[in-house]
């Protein structure tokens, strides 16, 4: 008489490894957009550019949001290339660091596509005189303003534009490059890249 088998925790809970795995992917992706990119960038303004006497008399701030989209794009594609979250402890359970892990990581730009459409389909364009009427939500997300308000010049943009560009556009632009990193990573590109093969004489 056979046995019944017993089935794997994996295979009877498909979903139990995905999900823990998809959320620490997106909470990468919004560190990435919301505080990596603006912490490098004050970094290379207080650290680097002194020490390699660049001088700028673009603040910092303004100098993020005229290179938003390499700030934001870059250091989210290296930390999707080298999968950072092999990194975390494995603090959130043994059972999410197989196979569904590593395919959690391709779907982290979802939260953030479904943020910036759900974002686009309620806007409206704005009614102010100060900043314009007439403007698409295409434009309004991803034609970034490249001044900071302050309050020296709080008319120098929009503050509530940049306030979405900064918490909306970025993690859109931060989930497409993370998962494009894995996926380059997982095709081994720079091992393609720089390896060369030596041809038979």
């Excluded at 139990?16 to 990468?28: D, E």
């Excluded at 002194?50 to 938003?68: A, T």
Aim: hydrophobic fraction near 55%; glycine fraction near 4%.
């Amino acid at each position: 008489m056979d046995t019944p088998s017993i089935a794997a925790p994996e295979a009877s809970l498909p979903w139990f490894g995905f999900i823990p795995a998809f959320a620490l992917h997106t909470a990468i992706v919004y560190t990435c957009a919301l505080h990596i990119s603006g912490f490098l960038v004050g970094r290379w303004f207080a650290w680097v550019a002194p020490i390699l006497q660049i001088s700028s008399s673009v603040p910092p701030v303004d100098w993020y949001l005229q290179h938003f989209e390499v700030v934001i794009i870059i250091p989210a594609l290296v930390a999707g290339y080298v999968n950072v979250s092999r990194f975390v402890p494995a603090l959130v359970g043994r059972p999410i660091w197989d196979t569904r892990f590593d395919s959690a990581i391709s779907w982290a730009w979802c939260a953030p596509a479904l943020v910036l459409l759900y974002r686009m389909l309620q806007y409206h364009a704005p009614s102010s005189v100060l900043f314009g009427t007439s403007m698409t939500a295409i434009k309004y997300f991803f034609d970034i303003e490249k001044a900071m308000p302050t309050w020296a010049n709080p008319l120098a943009s929009d503050p509530v534009r940049v306030a979405a560009q900064m918490f909306v556009t970025a993690p859109f632009y931060a989930g497409v490059a993370y998962s494009l990193g894995a996926l380059l990573s997982k095709r081994e590109l720079l091992t393609k890249l720089f390896t060369f093969d030596k041809h038979e004489r």
